[in-house]
């Protein structure tokens, strides 16, 4: 690959944005539908881009458009790029004074399916000038390179360059649907629990190591029924699928599912609530972690 020179000048953002999204989709169609543009218009800007910076970024094979060596060193410094141009876009949104504009959220999966949307819902009838992006996955977006203004995460963070405010720690405990229980019954003891029909992750290493460690013996296959997706795991217990492990205020809604073995296994899970330092002084990201954080907090209490 050729040395980029000093002056970056003649490098075109869009240019960079449709290699991202080529990167992202594997074809110049799926690219073009992504960004909304036609599919010459990806051609030309790839073109551009390979010709700005002196080499080829894609070769073509039968499962699409494989990236280049080049390709996969210049993916995380475009990448940064249009994390720091969507922060940008988001803290010029609206004024630094008010609460009006863009933030953005990143939580797990379950948090944002299962909690979240009742108390996001809440703050917009408050303040409905604000708009809101909610990102989920269970990877930790960064917050210091800005991928999110808020997260609500359920470690605490490290980082001297974050606010994080604890929440307190969600009591997880094993639970199934009342259905599954009145045909199969309940173990007496936690050695039971391979004779029945378990819910659990697929290759999610470090969440049945969690789970062992807070004083389960199990291993992947003693699990009838594997996700690594909690969303997914927490619909299966409503079904009557199984046993699997849930927060219990999720557990105590409607329709309620039954604690097993409750005085046996529990595993407390921290809650916190983390911004940039920086991001204080604007008030409607200081308003929406006020609010997550008294709303998480009533969520833990039962008040929710």
Not at 84 to 113: H, L, M, N, Q, Y
Not at 149 to 156: F, G, L, P, Q, S
Not at 184 to 207: K, N, Q, S, T, Y
Not at 217 to 236: E, G, W, Y
Request: with cysteine; hydrophobic share 50%; proline share 7%.
């Amino acid at each position: 690959m050729n040395l980029v020179p000093s002056d970056l000048s003649h490098f075109d953002w869009d240019n960079q944005r449709v290699f991202l999204a080529i990167l992202t989709e594997g074809s110049l169609s799926a690219a073009a539908r992504a960004l909304h543009v036609a599919q010459p218009t990806v051609r030309r800007r790839l073109d551009a881009l390979e010709h700005s910076i002196g080499t080829v970024l894609f070769t073509r094979s039968p499962a699409g458009l494989q990236p280049t060596p080049d390709a996969l060193v210049l993916a995380g410094h475009a990448a940064a790029m249009a994390s720091a141009a969507a922060a940008f876009a988001r803290a010029a949104s609206g004024p630094a004074d008010g609460v009006a504009g863009t933030v953005r959220v990143t939580a797990s999966e379950i948090v944002g399916t299962e909690i979240l949307p009742p108390v996001l819902a809440a703050l917009r009838a408050r303040h409905p000038r604000l708009h809101l992006e909610l990102h989920l996955g269970n990877r930790n977006e960064d917050l210091l390179r800005r991928d999110a203004d808020i997260a609500v995460r359920m470690a605490r963070p490290v980082q001297a360059a974050l606010h994080a405010r604890r929440i307190g720690a969600v009591p997880l405990g094993l639970f199934a649907a009342p259905a599954y229980v009145g045909r199969h019954g309940l173990p007496a003891r936690l050695a039971d629990l391979p004779r029945f029909a378990l819910i659990g992750p697929d290759r999610a290493a470090g969440d049945l190591a969690m789970v062992n460690q807070a004083g389960l013996d199990l291993s992947r296959d003693d699990f009838a029924l594997r996700t690594d997706n909690h969303v997914a795991q927490l619909a299966a217990i409503r079904a009557g699928g199984g046993i699997g492990i849930c927060q219990h205020p999720l557990a105590r809604r409607a329709p309620g599912l039954v604690p097993v073995l409750p005085d046996l296994f529990s595993l407390p899970l921290e809650m916190w609530v983390v911004m940039h330092e920086d991001l204080k002084r604007m008030r409607r990201v200081r308003t929406v972690f006020d609010h997550l954080a008294r709303s998480l907090a009533d969520y833990l209490q039962g008040r929710a």
